[in-house]
């Protein structure tokens, strides 16, 4: 019943930016912790940020000064912009509500010249 999609990601040099969108449907999305992972291929997926009901973020020590979560429930959103991108930061980005576990189906973002 939960369904989240993820939109924006796309191939970007570094130093750039992108901003990726989240929206939700199936939940009664204000109450919820909302969270981005990413996965790059080999490697586990990590938690990159969260922000609470209210907005209360967090973020991964890799992208602090760089990405920022926000959310817009009214419109059942959950955003993250990135910037001053690297080429580290190339994975598959899933947003994800964290107190069901229900995730997206992932959105690619490559930071290369």
């Known amino acids: 019943q939960v369904q989240l999609v993820e939109s924006g990601g796309g191939l970007v040099q570094p130093g750039g930016s992108l901003r990726l969108s989240c929206v939700a449907s199936?939940?009664?999305?204000?109450?919820?912790?909302m969270a981005w992972y990413r996965q790059a291929p080999g490697k586990e997926r990590e938690l990159v940020a969260t922000?609470?009901?209210?907005?209360?973020?967090n973020y991964a020590d890799s992208v602090k000064g760089r990405f920022t979560i926000s959310r817009d429930n009214a419109k059942n959103m959950v955003y993250l912009q990135m910037n001053s991108l690297k080429p580290e930061d190339t994975a598959v980005y899933y947003c994800?509500?964290?107190?069901?576990?229900?995730w997206g189906q992932g959105t690619l973002v490559t930071v290369s010249p």
């Open positions: 922000i609470s009901t209210p907005d209360r973020t």
């Open positions: 199936g939940v009664i999305f204000s109450i919820y912790t």
């Open positions: 994800k509500l964290m107190q069901t576990g229900a």
